[in-house]
């Protein structure tokens, strides 16, 4: 019974490190993208209507986003998808 519970850890623990991989991976392009088009992440969360908070944890990683998010904000940055691959 134990041994179970600390496999289900062990996975969620692994599925968890590889969405924050991810994470990291689209930080860098959100910045990258933010940057290039001279947006502080105020502005950019008033296009994209998100919240200022919401940029600041995707430019940290530190959230994976939905694929409405990742719409909003390739929309607002006038970017295609592919951006952010």
Known sequence: MIANWLRQQEQKA???Q???AEAD????????HRDAKGLT???LAKR???GQAMISLL???DRKPSWQTICKIAKALEVGLEGFQ
């Not at 991976?25 to 990258?32: D, E, H, P, S, Y």
């Open 14 to 16: 692994a599925k968890r």
């Open 18 to 20: 590889r969405e924050l």
């Open 25 to 32: 991976v689209f930080a860098a392009r959100l910045r990258k």
């Open 41 to 43: 992440q105020v502005e």
């Open 48 to 50: 994209a209507g998100l």
């Open 59 to 61: 430019e940290q990683g």
